[in-house]
């Protein structure tokens, strides 16, 4: 089982990206998905999550209302639409799966992808 997270790049503030999370040999419809990401010098932390089955969403406050996260399921793909981005949103970006109908601590996911750099900067 393993994940691709792709779109990152560089960006300005105020700007937006959208990153795409799917896997390479299976479908992610039956799992939930995360997003975390980890800035230079910190911990690995929680941004959002949407549920297997019902695809219920849930947001860190320091995107509520900035970023959407949402499930393709026609092309087995899990985006993660952020917008107003801001200097510190700057992180490697990661999706991860579960089994799990939800989860939102890392240590709930087993699958993890590569990770994709998202750089806000003028």
């Known amino acids: 089982v393993q994940l691709q997270a792709s779109g990152g790049g560089l960006v300005q503030p105020g700007g937006s990206q959208r990153l795409s999370c799917s896997g390479s040999?299976?479908?992610?419809?039956?799992?939930?998905i995360g997003w975390f990401r980890q800035a230079p010098g910190k911990e690995r932390e929680g941004v959002s999550c949407i549920t297997s089955g019902d695809d219920r969403t849930y947001y860190d406050d320091s995107v509520k209302g900035r970023f959407t996260i949402a499930r393709d399921k026609a092309k087995h793909t899990v985006y993660l639409q952020m917008n107003n981005l801001k200097p510190a949103d700057t992180a490697v970006y990661y999706c991860a799966a579960t089994r799990a109908h939800l989860a939102t601590m890392e240590d709930e996911y087993q699958y993890w992808g590569q990770g994709t750099q998202v750089t806000v900067s003028s």
């Open positions: 040999d299976f479908a992610l419809d039956y799992y939930a």
